[in-house]
Protein backbone atom coordinates (compact mmCIF):
# COMPACT_ATOMS: atom_id res chain seq x y z
CA UNK A 1 0.00 0.00 0.00
CA UNK A 2 1.21 3.40 -0.98
CA UNK A 3 1.49 5.76 2.12
CA UNK A 4 0.05 9.70 1.16
CA UNK A 5 2.38 12.04 1.16
CA UNK A 6 -0.32 14.42 2.71
CA UNK A 7 -1.12 15.15 6.32
CA UNK A 8 -4.96 14.64 6.98
CA UNK A 9 -4.79 18.61 7.40
CA UNK A 10 -4.21 19.06 3.50
CA UNK A 11 -6.30 16.02 2.44
CA UNK A 12 -9.37 17.75 4.24
CA UNK A 13 -8.47 21.15 2.41
CA UNK A 14 -8.28 19.33 -0.53
CA UNK A 15 -11.80 18.27 -0.36
CA UNK A 16 -13.03 21.88 1.11
CA UNK A 17 -11.40 23.42 -1.92
CA UNK A 18 -13.72 20.93 -4.38
CA UNK A 19 -16.62 21.72 -1.94
CA UNK A 20 -16.22 25.11 -2.39
CA UNK A 21 -16.10 25.31 -5.83
CA UNK A 22 -19.15 22.97 -6.30
CA UNK A 23 -21.17 24.60 -3.77
CA UNK A 24 -20.75 27.69 -5.92
CA UNK A 25 -22.00 26.06 -9.06
CA UNK A 26 -18.56 26.31 -10.98
CA UNK A 27 -16.78 24.16 -12.85
CA UNK A 28 -13.11 23.76 -12.91
CA UNK A 29 -13.08 25.43 -16.69
CA UNK A 30 -15.00 28.63 -14.67
CA UNK A 31 -12.49 28.80 -12.57
CA UNK A 32 -9.71 28.35 -14.71
CA UNK A 33 -11.11 31.52 -16.49
CA UNK A 34 -11.74 33.45 -14.04
CA UNK A 35 -8.03 33.12 -13.12
CA UNK A 36 -6.82 33.26 -16.39
CA UNK A 37 -5.73 29.92 -16.05
CA UNK A 38 -5.81 27.08 -17.68
CA UNK A 39 -8.11 23.94 -16.36
CA UNK A 40 -5.70 21.74 -15.60
CA UNK A 41 -4.17 24.03 -13.44
CA UNK A 42 -7.78 23.87 -11.36
CA UNK A 43 -7.39 19.97 -11.20
CA UNK A 44 -4.09 19.36 -10.16
CA UNK A 45 -4.73 22.23 -7.37
CA UNK A 46 -7.96 20.03 -6.61
CA UNK A 47 -6.15 16.70 -6.39
CA UNK A 48 -3.34 17.75 -4.55
CA UNK A 49 -0.68 17.33 -7.70
CA UNK A 50 -0.12 21.15 -7.21
CA UNK A 51 0.05 22.40 -3.76
CA UNK A 52 -2.05 25.55 -3.24
CA UNK A 53 0.38 28.67 -1.84
CA UNK A 54 -1.37 31.37 0.72
CA UNK A 55 -1.65 33.68 -2.54
CA UNK A 56 -3.56 31.36 -4.28
CA UNK A 57 -6.23 30.05 -1.69
CA UNK A 58 -6.93 33.91 -1.44
CA UNK A 59 -8.00 34.32 -4.84
CA UNK A 60 -9.75 30.73 -4.82
CA UNK A 61 -11.95 32.44 -1.31
CA UNK A 62 -13.28 35.48 -2.87
CA UNK A 63 -14.02 33.70 -6.00
CA UNK A 64 -15.94 31.28 -3.94
CA UNK A 65 -17.24 33.94 -1.51
CA UNK A 66 -15.64 31.43 1.44
CA UNK A 67 -13.18 33.60 4.46
CA UNK A 68 -9.96 32.01 4.36
CA UNK A 69 -10.65 29.95 7.91
CA UNK A 70 -12.97 27.76 5.70
CA UNK A 71 -10.36 25.85 4.19
CA UNK A 72 -8.31 25.78 7.04
CA UNK A 73 -10.75 24.34 9.53
Do not use: H, W
Amino acid sequence: MQKSIYTEEYKAFLIRIKQARKEKGLTQLDVAELLGKPQSYIAKCENGERRVDVIELVEFAKIYGKPINYFLE
